[in-house]
């Protein structure tokens, strides 16, 4: 854990110097472009089933989550225009970069999921799955990176992700967790950056 420790910081805190004139920018584009704060945070499960706050580049309305799902899905109403692009190229996850600097994430881990559908982690897979730090990215991100078009065609979207996605990105987490080092951390972040761009 110590390496992997050193092997965030070492990416993440020159990372957040190098990109912090795209964070300017982005910022500026959030305030021009709808009312509201700059950043969205939520609660999610960490490891150990701690409870701490995500940290986005806000991509909705103000108070989205009092006029719909948690999920998101298809081309939701509630998305802005900057937010569209946003999270087309992942760049309302950027802000992450300070969570995994104060110690709540990894740069690849399980992603965090919220209360709500953590409670439907099999009990065996849970203790496996919290068991180390959650990640900005990791097999199932790349797998599911156009989620929200996938739920969009769902009859039922919460009921598709809980009974459908779920299980598998759980699966994904199982087969990180026990097959997890540095070079299988920097393959996930480059295969990352591959899916975002091409």
């Known amino acids: 854990m110590l390496i ?30 709808s009312p509201g704060p700059v950043f969205f945070r939520q609660v999610r499960i960490g490891q150990y089933g701690k409870p701490f706050k995500i940290l986005k580049f ?13 999920i998101t899905i298809g081309a939701d ?16 996850e950027l802000p ?41 990215t990791d097999f199932a991100s790349i797998e599911y990176k156009d989620e929200n078009a996938i739920l969009g065609n769902a009859d039922n979207p919460e009921k598709a992700y809980i009974d459908e996605i779920l299980p598998v990105k759980l ?13 299988l951390d920097f393959y996930l972040i480059v295969k990352t950056i591959y899916a975002i761009v091409k």
């Open 4 to 33: 992997k420790r050193a092997f965030d910081l070492v990416f993440t805190v020159p990372g957040v110097i190098f990109l912090s004139p795209l964070f300017l920018l982005v910022i500026i584009w959030i305030k021009f472009d």
């Open 96 to 136: 992450q970069l300070f969570n995994i600097i104060v110690g709540d994430m990894s740069l690849v881990g399980p992603r965090p999921e919220v209360p709500q559908y953590v409670q439907y982690y099999p009990e065996t897979l849970r203790k496996i799955v919290l068991s180390v730090p959650p990640g900005m």
């Open 58 to 70: 806000r991509t909705m309305m103000v108070d989205a989550e009092k006029h719909g799902k948690q």
């Open 171 to 183: 699966n994904y987490c199982v087969k990180y967790v026990e097959s997890r080092n540095v070079f």
């Open 77 to 92: 109403r509630r998305i802005t225009k900057s937010g569209k692009i946003l999270r087309k190229y992942k760049l309302d």
